[in-house]
């Protein structure tokens, strides 16, 4: 693959100190990452994306069999940018799932799936045993299931309703079936962006520090980074450097994932949806900043199949898996699929000229297809 970069010609030539950084293996710079983000020479940024994913990873293209779900969409906070949240007295799409409804739905799955992926809202009148209760529940109809869940904002907000150290939420969390963690809740890193966006969540330094806490536990989390609303170019790269920091410190990532903003039901928020141009520069400029994360996702369920199948040429070396009823992008107006079948997923991965390979949540192979 080398040969093949060193003889790419590259319409901008900010990025050919760069790509020499990229031969040789060097760490890029803050200064790297904004000229990636700036650049319209896509296929330049995708050929250095692409050269760096392919000695990690080879021709290999992952995936889970996984099912989704949202317990409850109860939350204090009131972010501009989330259509998901509902307020229980005054909203009449307020929902929040009984125990045994769960357990239900986790004993109806398929022996092949694989993970559960469990996220929802901040709900103040919830008991502490709700959530430890749910993970030895799940793990009672299903011992085999791997259950990721609970995003580093929802552990804060235990955290603090509760009134238990981050430490003892999670090491509770994970005694009682917690296997690892999603990335959500990171947003945007950057105070004065962040501050415009988000009421009533944990801030830059109290997600990092809780992610920071997990991996010292040994519960692995993924990181994601939502882009395409009010953000800077120098907001992405400062965002992707402090999680390129913790990396160093704990090694605990498992999967960078880029979120492209759902703007069509944000209830204060009227931007324009993301381009196909923001969206592959999300991934690959991960790929190359993110030196230090074994995995980058190309998220089907934000930007739809047919470009997470091109983002696998673009640094990308998963695409998440099956899904089942997703509701935070969808509630967000997201026009892509609920669910993706195996055989959909492998037929993406094989014509972008992939191995279809079928993984667990933290990327033992299971399976090639």
């Known amino acids: 693959m080398a040969p093949v970069l060193v003889e790419a010609r590259f319409r901008d030539s900010a990025l050919l100190p760069i790509r020499e950084k990229v031969l040789q293996g060097r760490r890029l710079s803050f200064e790297d990452g904004v000229a990636l983000y700036k650049t319209h020479d896509l296929l330049a940024l995708g050929q250095m994306a692409n050269h760096v994913r392919e000695q990690r990873h080879g021709d290999a293209g992952y995936f ?57 809202g901040l709900h103040a009148e919830l008991p502490w045993s709700y959530f430890t209760d749910m993970m030895r529940g799940i793990k009672r109809v299903r011992p085999d299931i791997h259950v990721k869940a609970f995003t580093a904002v929802e552990i804060f907000f235990f955290h603090r309703l509760y009134r238990l150290s981050v430490e003892k939420v999670l090491t509770e969390l994970k005694e009682a079936g917690l296997d690892s963690m999603p990335g959500g809740g990171a947003e945007i890193f ?132 099956t899904v089942t009823e997703e509701k935070i992008a969808h509630d967000a107006g997201a026009n892509t699929p609920q669910t993706l079948t195996v055989h959909e997923l492998c037929r993406l991965i094989r014509e972008a000229g992939r191995r279809p390979i079928e993984r667990d949540t933290v990327f033992n192979v299971v399976k090639e297809w």
């Open 64 to 120: 889970v069999w996984n099912t989704h779900i949202n317990h409850t969409n109860v939350c204090v906070a009131s972010c501009d940018f989330c259509a998901f949240a509902a307020l229980p007295k005054s909203d009449p799409r307020a929902y929040t799932m009984g125990l045994p409804q769960i357990f239900a739905q986790v004993a109806e799955l398929a022996p092949s799936v694989r993970e559960v992926h469990i996220v929802g």
């Open 190 to 321: 950057a105070k004065e962006t962040r501050d415009k966006i988000i009421k009533g969540k944990a801030d830059a330094e109290q997600w990092l520090d809780v992610m920071r806490t997990a991996h010292r536990l040994g519960i692995p989390t993924n990181a994601t980074m939502l882009y395409g609303h009010v953000e800077s170019v120098e907001d992405r790269v400062d965002h992707l450097l402090r999680l390129r920091a913790l990396q160093d410190e704990t090694g605990g990532f498992v999967t960078y994932i880029p979120l492209a903003f759902q703007p069509w039901e944000a209830p204060a928020m009227t931007g324009p949806e993301t381009t196909g141009f923001d969206d592959l520069k999300a991934i690959a400029v991960g790929r190359l900043l993110l030196d230090n994360f074994p995995h980058i996702k190309s998220y089907w369920i934000m930007i739809g199949a047919r470009l997470a199948q091109v983002g696998l040429s673009f640094g990308a070396d998963d695409l998440d898996g």
